[in-house]
């Protein structure tokens, strides 16, 4: 099996491609290496499997079509997007080119080369995107694949597009899809513009832990490495057409995720001065049109594919935070390409 996993540099594509190679499959890496990608998460990778490195824009059909007839994928996992809700705040165009516009040219290059190959029953395309397509839950109640989408931001409107066009490709021309709504991720690599790492690095370099309004938000959070697992599972077991809502069962209010991860950094690393990092967190205006609360029933995934998260989100946090303490270079090089991408 050789898979084409679009997104490949980042955050979850990066992992992803780690796991599928784990596993023995081969692994064609599409990605643009903007801001947010980068080759530095594709070194020492595992596995049996071989790896090709693609450097091409999902929005270049010429070029994307030059990747399938070359590679001939067996399946295609696609998680190239541009990812980050307040850059899509400031600049919402760029997510409309790449996630939608993007998607689309993708959707036809996939068609074009498995309608070629004489749509051979096998093939897959898997379309990996978000819960911030169903907009927001209130105190109660969860998201599933029957939810209706109500999209809040620039970011979780261009990821309910994409999966629009996504079932528009499966019901029109029989393209074999699937698609995943899935929490929020945490984990080693993720960009540090994000929750998680920009609180380490904050607390780590004293300066003020910003969190929106009160802090009272809440998320549902799942290691990366869990999320990969349920793509994997999608992929290799999952029905064509079908929707699998993915999540953590495990909601988090921001300010109290934000407060164990300065409790984790001062058994780790106590502050200098003494006193503990929470002493850093300082409330800010809050987001336009932030989403309450988010949490997910997984029941679907659980019950057809027998996936269920694997990581305990004390373990999963100790080992981001390990890793984030054991990688400030990434980091710093992470935040010089977002700073040269303005
Ligand atoms: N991070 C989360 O919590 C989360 C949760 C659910 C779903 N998702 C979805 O998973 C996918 C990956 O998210 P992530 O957090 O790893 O994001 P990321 O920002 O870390 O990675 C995105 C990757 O896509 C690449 N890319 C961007 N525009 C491109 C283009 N035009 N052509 C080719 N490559 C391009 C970037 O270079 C980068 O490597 C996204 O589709 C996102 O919507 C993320």
Redesign the pocket.
Known sequence: MTLLI??G?????SALVRAALSRGRDVVT?????Y??TRDNLTDLPGRGTHTFCH????DAAALDRVFDRHRPTAVVH??????VDRSIDGPLSFVD?NVA?TATLLQAARGYWEAAGRPDGFRFVH???DEVFGTLGTEGLFDEDTPYAPSSPYSAS?AASDHLVRAWHRTYGLPVLITN????YGPR??PEKLIPVTILAALEERPIPVYGRGENVRDWLFVEDHVDALLAVLECGRVGRTYAVGGDNEWRNVDLVRHLCALLDARRPRPGGGTYGDLVTFVTDRPGHDERYGIDAARIRSELGWRPATPMDAGLAATVDWYLDHRDWCRRRMDAREAAQ
């Open positions: 679009t997104g540099a980042g955050f979850i594509g599409v990605d643009a290496l903007t947010a990608g091409v824009d999902i929005r998680l190239a997007a541009e990812s980050h790449t993007g990996v995107s978000t990821k899935c929490s929020n991720n993720q960009h």
